[in-house]
């Protein structure tokens, strides 16, 4: 067998190669390079260490890597870094204000919402856009009054297993993510 030929790749072929973004993580404008083709979740965990957010499936089917993009949550293996120049990504790791937990994460601790952890953070920013998005007055399949006005009442166990159906938990400890969802709603609407 011969040599293997390898192309030469010098600095200036590489960076053909990249694409300049800017993007505001975690409240910090980053100026980053990267492929056109990485994603967002790819881009947060590899370039910069934010692994809070998980790799489940890559597909879109877990739920593992939900962030916030202006607010919305986002399946961020299927959105491409690139296309969110100028956008406000929150992850995980942007929640907590000092060491002062976020109280989703908060209600999660308190109500023994995880087992393995894998899957903790994509349900934290899952259920606190769903509640921001029912808040809003968006419905879900099972809202029962769509013409009640905006964050007029606590969502139903029902209500809650519908909107946070995009995420998965292997480990099975949707009991006590859906009481952590209640606890952090009723501290909200008593806050």
Same mark, same amino acid.
């Given at each position: 067998?011969?040599?293997?030929?390898?192309?030469?790749? $010098?600095? #200036?072929?590489?960076?053909?190669? $990249?694409?300049?973004?800017?993007?505001?993580?975690?409240g910090?404008?980053?100026?980053?390079?990267?492929?056109?083709?990485?994603?967002?979740l790819?881009?947060?965990? =590899?370039?910069?260490?934010?692994?809070?957010?998980?790799?489940? @499936?890559?597909?879109?089917?877990?739920?593992?890597?939900?962030?916030h993009?202006?607010?919305?949550?986002?399946?961020?293996?299927?959105?491409?870094?690139?296309?969110?120049?100028?956008?406000?990504?929150?992850t995980? =790791?942007?929640l907590?204000?000092?060491? /002062?937990?976020?109280?989703?994460q908060?209600?999660?601790?308190?109500c023994?919402?995880?087992?393995?952890?894998?899957?903790?953070?994509?349900?934290?920013?899952?259920?606190?856009a769903?509640?921001e /998005?029912?808040?809003?007055?968006?419905? #879900?399949?099972?809202?029962?009054?769509?013409? /009640?006005?905006?964050?007029?009442?606590?969502?139903?166990? =029902?209500?809650?297993? /519908?909107?946070m159906?995009?995420?998965? @938990?292997r480990?099975?400890a949707?009991?006590?993510?859906?009481?952590?969802?209640?606890?952090?709603?009723?501290?909200?609407?008593?806050?």
């Amino acid at each position: 067998m011969g040599d293997v030929a390898v192309p030469n790749q $010098t600095s #200036s072929s590489l960076r053909q190669d $990249t694409a300049r973004m800017q993007l505001r993580i975690n409240g910090e404008l980053r100026t980053l390079e990267a492929d056109p083709r990485t994603t967002l979740l790819d881009l947060l965990r =590899e370039q910069l260490g934010l692994t809070g957010s998980k790799k489940g @499936c890559d597909q879109g089917q877990c739920g593992a890597c939900t962030v916030h993009v202006n607010g919305r949550r986002t399946l961020a293996c299927l959105s491409l870094a690139i296309a969110h120049q100028h956008d406000e990504i929150t992850t995980v =790791e942007g929640l907590a204000d000092g060491d /002062e937990l976020h109280p989703m994460q908060a209600a999660f601790l308190e109500c023994d919402a995880f087992q393995c952890g894998y899957c903790t953070p994509g349900q934290i920013m899952s259920a606190i856009a769903m509640l921001e /998005e029912a808040a809003a007055g968006i419905p #879900s399949h099972v809202t029962p009054d769509v013409a /009640e006005p905006p964050g007029a009442r606590e969502l139903s166990s =029902e209500e809650i297993r /519908e909107r946070m159906s995009g995420n998965i @938990c292997r480990c099975g400890a949707y009991p006590n993510i859906i009481d952590a969802i209640r606890h952090a709603q009723s501290v909200k609407r008593a806050g």
